[in-house]
C-alpha cells in the first residue's frame, strides 16, 4: 500500500516559517515580554459552544482520569499571572475538534501572550505592530469599526435589536442553509453565520481591520463594559487581514464568580443543545480566586500569519504535516 509520507509544505516553506517565527520571538524578546511553555493537557477544556475540545483517558498516580487537549494555552497561562509572571507569550500547540479547511487544522500552532496593566487599546497597537513587523510589506493604515455598525452597512440589521427570527431567517438565506437547521439555533450562533459568511470576507481588504463593541455574550473571558449607546458589550477586539481573523484580544476577566458563573451557563447551553459538557477547569478558577492582575491578552492564529506572509493560499501549505497527513 502506498502511503503519502511527504510533507504538506516544502522544505523552502519550513525554512520560511522557522524564520519567521524566529522573527516573532525577537519581537517580544525586544519588548521584555518573555516566552513560557505549558502543558496540552488539562483537567478542564473549553467550554465555549462554538468550540469542541478534544479529551484523552490518561493512566495517572491517582488512577484514570479525563484530561482535555487545551483548545489554546489561556488557562494555564492565566495561573502564571496570578503567581506573578510579569509580561509572557507562548507559541503553543492547540487542539480543536472538526476544524479542517483552508484556514483551520485540528492542531495549530497558537500564538498568545499577555500584558499586566495594559488597556485593550494598548494591545490593539501592540497587536498591528506585530503583524506589521511580520509581513513583508505593511498592509496600510489601521481601520477601526464597531461591530454593530458593521451589520448595519452589510445587512440593515441590528445586531442587539433584531428579533431572533429575523435573524435566523437572514442567516438562512445568506448562508445558503434550510431554515430548519437553525431553527433551535440562538442568537450568537446566527450572529456568528451572518459574520463570517457576509461581513468577514469584507475585513482588512486593503488594511488592517480591528472590531470591537461585540455583544456582551460573546464576551467569553473578557471583561464587559457599556459602549457610547448604553449597550453592553464585551471589552474585546478581532483583527482581520484579507477577509481572515487573524488575532482575538481581550480585557482579561479577573473576577472568580462571574467566571465560574460563565462556564455553568456555557454547560447549561450545551445540555439544551445536546452537547457534551465539558469539564471546567477548577485550577483556573482557584487562581483568579487567589487574584490575578489586571491583564489585557491576544491569541493569535500563527499558521494564518505565516499563510498570509507567504502568499499561500491554504493552511496545510505552511504545515510540516497537518491533520490529512499526520
Not at 500584558?115 to 493604515?141: N, W
Amino acid at each position: 500500500m502506498t502511503m503519502n509520507w511527504q510533507p504538506a509544505a516544502s522544505m523552502a516553506t519550513l525554512r520560511e516559517r522557522a524564520r519567521l517565527i524566529a522573527t516573532v520571538r525577537d519581537f517580544f524578546a525586544a519588548r521584555d515580554i518573555w516566552e513560557v511553555e505549558t502543558p496540552v493537557l488539562g483537567q478542564g477544556g473549553s467550554t465555549d459552544v462554538h468550540l469542541v475540545s478534544l479529551s484523552t483517558l490518561a493512566r495517572t498516580d491517582k488512577g484514570q482520569r479525563k484530561l482535555w487537549l487545551q483548545t489554546s494555552p489561556e488557562f494555564h497561562m492565566k495561573r502564571l499571572l496570578a503567581a506573578d509572571s510579569g509580561p509572557i507569550f507562548q507559541l503553543a500547540k492547540s487542539f480543536r475538534d472538526g476544524e479542517v479547511g483552508s484556514r483551520h487544522n485540528i492542531e495549530f500552532t497558537m500564538l498568545e501572550w499577555y500584558r499586566p496593566g495594559f488597556s485593550l487599546a494598548q494591545m490593539v497597537e501592540e497587536t498591528t505592530a506585530l503583524v506589521e513587523h511580520v509581513l513583508p510589506r505593511s498592509p496600510g493604515p489601521v481601520v477601526h469599526y464597531r461591530y454593530r455598525e458593521l451589520f448595519h452597512t452589510h445587512l440593515e440589521v441590528d445586531p442587539f435589536t433584531t428579533s431572533l427570527d429575523v435573524l435566523r431567517s437572514l442567516a438562512a438565506e445568506r448562508g445558503s442553509m434550510p431554515a430548519q437547521a437553525l431553527s433551535d439555533e440562538g442568537r450568537d450562533t446566527c450572529l456568528d453565520l451572518l459574520m463570517g459568511m457576509v461581513i468577514e470576507p469584507h475585513l482588512g481588504q486593503q488594511e488592517l481591520s480591528v472590531v470591537v463593541d461585540y455583544p456582551a455574550s460573546q464576551a467569553a473571558l473578557a471583561k464587559r463594559h457599556q459602549d457610547a449607546d448604553g449597550e453592553w458589550v464585551a471589552s474585546r477586539f478581532e483583527l482581520y487581514l484579507n477577509g481572515i481573523e487573524l488575532a482575538n484580544g481581550y480585557d482579561e476577566l479577573t473576577n472568580a464568580q462571574e467566571q465560574r458563573q460563565r462556564f455553568d451557563d456555557d454547560n447549561a447551553e450545551r445540555r439544551r443543545l445536546g452537547l457534551p459538557e465539558v469539564d471546567v477547569d477548577t485550577q483556573l478558577l482557584a487562581a483568579l480566586e487567589q487574584g490575578m492582575p489586571a491583564s489585557s491578552g491576544v491569541a493569535l492564529g500563527m499558521d494564518r500569519l505565516i499563510q498570509r506572509a507567504l502568499g499561500k493560499s491554504r493552511l496545510e501549505e505552511v504545515l510540516a504535516f497537518s491533520t490529512a497527513n499526520c
